[in-house]
């Protein structure tokens, strides 16, 4: 019984799934692709009928769209922190391998609401200067990268427990 409730809510979500992109594709659709509009048209028809009693209207379930947006930006931003940590195990030290990479989390790590109360996001900036400060052949020094790994895995930890925090709230 377990078994057959866990499919057909698979089966349900697999359908809100594919009505939610089929919704995102048709507002990105040019006029002269009216036989792929027709054919998605068709298609959120036929997923709108298979989910009418868990979609009281496409409005509500757009809304609750955003929330797959924010942990899609969670994740990446957890990729950030997790590269550029892969790259200083890796012993990379020149400029040109790692300011991408920093560059990348500073942005990332902008994006989040309070960030720039973090103590972490003030050094994983003040690295970015540093970085700035060099020609690209310069390279960080060994003692520089563990200290550049310790801020960077610090940063990370606070960034972790912002998440767990703002997933209670809310």
Same mark, same amino acid.
């Given at each position: 019984?377990?078994?057959?409730? +866990?499919?057909?809510?698979?089966?349900?979500?697999?359908?809100?799934?594919?009505?939610?992109?089929?919704?995102?594709? +048709?507002?990105?659709?040019?006029?002269?692709?009216?036989?792929?509009?027709?054919?998605? +048209?068709?298609?959120?028809?036929?997923?709108?009928?298979?989910?009418?009693?868990?979609?009281?209207?496409?409005?509500?379930?757009?809304?609750?769209?955003?929330?797959?947006?924010?942990?899609?930006?969670?994740?990446? !931003?957890?990729?950030?922190?997790?590269?550029?940590?892969?790259?200083?195990?890796? !012993?990379?030290?020149?400029?040109?391998?790692?300011?991408?990479?920093?560059?990348?989390?500073?942005?990332?790590?902008?994006?989040?609401?309070?960030?720039?109360?973090?103590?972490?996001?003030?050094?994983?900036?003040?690295?970015?200067?540093?970085?700035?400060?060099?020609?690209?052949?310069?390279?960080?020094?060994?003692?520089?990268?563990?200290?550049?790994?310790?801020?960077?895995?610090?940063?990370?930890?606070?960034?972790?427990?912002?998440?767990?925090?703002?997933?209670?709230?809310?």
């Amino acid at each position: 019984m377990a078994t057959l409730l +866990l499919d057909e809510e698979r089966e349900k979500y697999n359908i809100l799934v594919t009505l939610y992109g089929i919704i995102v594709a +048709l507002d990105y659709l040019e006029p002269q692709y009216s036989p792929a509009c027709t054919r998605f +048209l068709s298609q959120y028809m036929t997923m709108l009928k298979l989910v009418k009693d868990s979609v009281p209207s496409i409005e509500q379930f757009i809304e609750a769209g955003p929330e797959t947006g924010k942990w899609i930006a969670e994740t990446t !931003q957890i990729g950030n922190f997790i590269t550029f940590m892969d790259a200083l195990k890796l !012993q990379l030290r020149a400029k040109d391998q790692l300011h991408p990479m920093l560059q990348e989390l500073v942005t990332g790590y902008a994006r989040f609401k309070g960030s720039k109360d973090w103590e972490g996001r003030s050094k994983m900036v003040s690295w970015l200067i540093t970085f700035n400060s060099m020609k690209a052949s310069e390279e960080i020094t060994d003692e520089q990268s563990r200290h550049l790994s310790f801020d960077v895995e610090h940063a990370y930890a606070e960034f972790f427990r912002s998440l767990s925090g703002s997933k209670e709230r809310s």
